[in-house]
């Protein structure tokens, strides 16, 4: 799921241990605990505070953090991810497009064995978070072949984007490219969203979708 400290490079999103906490809805200490490998999801032990994640590796976490609200344990959770990375030849099979249609078969192949076991209760109860909860957040994300390129919080009518290829995977407005934290930061400062929407030169919709994305986001 984590591979590494990543470097901040191109194309790929970069995002903090807090932003991320943010994004997803959640804590820094979880995620922390999520990127370690004793705590049952693979990673590294978390490394300094500079550490940034990419965009595959926020919708990974994501992901995690949706089976965890539902009290999925992460014994479980590492045991489906391992099935589903070797069933899609994929390093980050929590963002591939074949979990939306396959996720079912993948709880069915998980095997029961190893230090960390899954018992066939938690792999169904696993499932049923899967196609109420899980698969519902898949249909938010747009591939390209089988990786996710492109992520719409709000859904795929919406103007909210996170894409890697577009300020490094920061939430923006789709159309005109304006982080949705400058939107929102100018409407809180005061201002109404007509007025902002003059200044940075978007419509008045692309305000009011950024305060709304922003305004969901965990303080």
Same mark, same amino acid.
Request: hydrophobic share 40%; charged share 25%; no cysteine.
């Given at each position: !799921? ?14 903090? #241990? ?16 999520? !990127? ?17 994640? +990419? $965009? =595959?590796? =926020?919708?990974? /976490? ?11 344990? =992460? ?7 391992? +099935?589903?990375?070797? @069933?899609?030849?994929?390093? *980050?099979?929590?963002?591939? @497009? ?17 230090? @960390? +076991?899954?018992? +066939? ?5 696993? @499932? ?5 909860? #899980?698969?519902?957040? /898949?249909?938010? =994300? ?8 492109? $992520?719409?919080? !709000? ?12 300020? $490094? ?14 939107? *929102? ?16 030169? #978007? ?17």
């Amino acid at each position: !799921m984590i591979r590494q400290n990543n470097p901040v490079r191109l194309g790929v999103g970069s995002y903090s #241990v807090p932003d991320a906490a943010r994004l997803i809805g959640t804590t820094t200490r979880e995620i922390r605990r999520w !990127m370690n490998p004793r705590s049952g999801v693979a990673g590294p032990v978390p490394g300094p505070k500079e550490q940034t994640l +990419t $965009f =595959l590796e =926020l919708l990974e /976490l994501h992901v995690v953090a949706l089976f965890r609200d539902r009290e999925v344990t =992460l014994g479980t959770i590492r045991k489906v991810e391992k +099935t589903a990375e070797g @069933r899609f030849g994929s390093l *980050y099979p929590f963002a591939a @497009r074949r979990l939306e249609s396959e996720g079912g078969a993948v709880f069915a192949a998980s095997p029961d064995d190893g230090e @960390r +076991t899954a018992s +066939t209760e938690e792999l169904n109860r696993a @499932r049923q978070v899967f196609d109420s909860t #899980v698969r519902p957040f /898949l249909k938010k =994300l747009e591939y390209d072949n089988d990786e996710a390129i492109r $992520f719409w919080p !709000m859904g795929r009518n919406e103007r909210v984007v996170l894409d890697p290829q577009r300020k $490094f995977g920061k939430p923006i407005d789709y159309e005109t490219g304006v982080p949705t934290s400058a939107l *929102y930061a100018a409407v809180v400062a005061g201002d109404e969203p007509p007025v902002v929407a003059r200044w940075f030169g #978007v419509p008045v919709a692309a305000v009011r979708a950024a305060v709304a994305f922003e305004t969901s986001l965990a303080p």
